[in-house]
């Protein structure tokens, strides 16, 4: 196919709320677009602690991705990891589950999201997973109904409280809302289910470095929010910071002193770090990243010196109004998608591009339990049922599919008007399956090495889309040297 009868092809890296959106927003234009995403399903972040304590089931919280796009016929879903960018040839090299890759570009969206940051101490994260997927909810699933289970059978009185006791890490709204949840869970759902133990006396006890719960929101706002967690239940520990964590227990640093509290379910809710393919594309193109590791993006969220790469999302660094970085939420990301699409647009159409990312702020929104929320949009301060109305609203216009939505509803009825949960089944694949896949490797790569050993490696040009039986055809450097960092399928950086 010569260069002028094929249409521009666009490549799009990450199904987040980024990638989709400048998908979506491209449904019209003469483009061809690849999506390349590490999971089959796109995810909603904000609802996963709604998971990890039984309230939603994972596939409310993440469709299919093919489904969300069937309709758009000017896209191809591939799934695999991205691991490199060659901005020479324009291409990227993917790792797929046990086949590698490459896909040609003309325009490229970066929109990879975050990773989970352990500032440094990557070891906390083995007794302290995050919460960052769906393998993390779900493991943390298993973790908190598991730790009720297993209270109910200790005759230590010291062993169950360590059972009982959960802590967890960040004050922001993922974890200001993962601790309402627990506490709601020791409350008023487990109450009068168990023998042995009373799931009242569970401490949740919510750890943050700095002094404010839900920092981000003002002083009015996080005071109050301080208060309904208190009221829940919650012991709020500010100006706290964790120094050690292990099996059976977590150190924290206050100003009176160091202090290590039994607890055998821990749960880390703070920090982000942009993706490894941030460092790779920094290191590809000479851009510069900050601490987190995001990548410094132009006013239009391209890279300078490239302007056929754009970086949106969690993974760009661009300064808003005020000076500093816009945050690392879902509609910068939304807005972010459909400002590159424009841009895409308008430079086919033979239009002005270059134009200024302008963000939007449309405030913020978080519950701390049910009927009970904050909000702060614009001027406008709520706290209380009135924001927990919004958090609502919002939230079901913004998860994708009608189905999820509607199932979303009943489920959360069964939840805050009655006392259920639907979602408490957890298997102990779930519990276990990162430290099996730790231990034994990721299968898919156990194959690939094994497949190498007799026979030549397999790879697609997926420009193409076809297999190729020898990756030095493609010149594919990642495929070749075998060195490119890999995730098992479905685990995020
Ligand atoms: C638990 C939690 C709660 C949150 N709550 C809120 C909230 O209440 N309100 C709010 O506004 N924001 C919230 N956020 C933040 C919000 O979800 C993010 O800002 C938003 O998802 C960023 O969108 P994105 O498209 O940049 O990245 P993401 O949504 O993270 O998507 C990135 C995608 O890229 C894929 N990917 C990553 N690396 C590769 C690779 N190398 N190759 C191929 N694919 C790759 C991933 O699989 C993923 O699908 C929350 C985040 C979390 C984790």
Redesign the pocket.
Known sequence: MTQASRRHRVVV????????FAIKALRKAPVDITL????AY??F??L??QVATGILSEGEVAPPIREVLKRQKNVDVRL????DVDTERKIVS?AGPGIDYTVEYDTLIV????SQSYFGNDHFADHAPG??SIDDALELRARIFGAFEVADLQTDPEAVQRWLTFVVVGAG??GTELAGQIAELAHRTLPGQYRHIDPRTARIILVDAIGAVLNTFGDHLSAGAQRQLEKLGVEVKLNTKVVGVDSTSIEVEDATGRHRIPSMTKVW?AG?AA???ARKLAESTGAQTDRAGRVLVEKDTTLAGHPEIFV????MNLAGPDGRPLP??????IQS?RHAADQISRRLAGKESGQPFKYFDKG???TISRFSAVASIGKLHMSGFLAWVVWVAVHLFYLVGFKNRVTAVLHWAVSFVGRGRSERVATQQQAFARRAIRAYGDPFERDRAAATESRPQASTTAAEGRPVQNPAETGDQATLDGKAERKPLGV??
């Open positions: 890296v990450g199904a987040g709320f980024a990638g989709l390349i995403n590490g999971t796109h995810l972040q904000p996963l602690y695999g990891w991205v691991q993917v929109a990879a999201g975050a919460m960052k709204p993922t809710a982000v993706p490894p393919l949106l999302g969690d993974m690392g939420v879902a509609q910068v990301a998608g913020s929104l978080a995020r950086d």
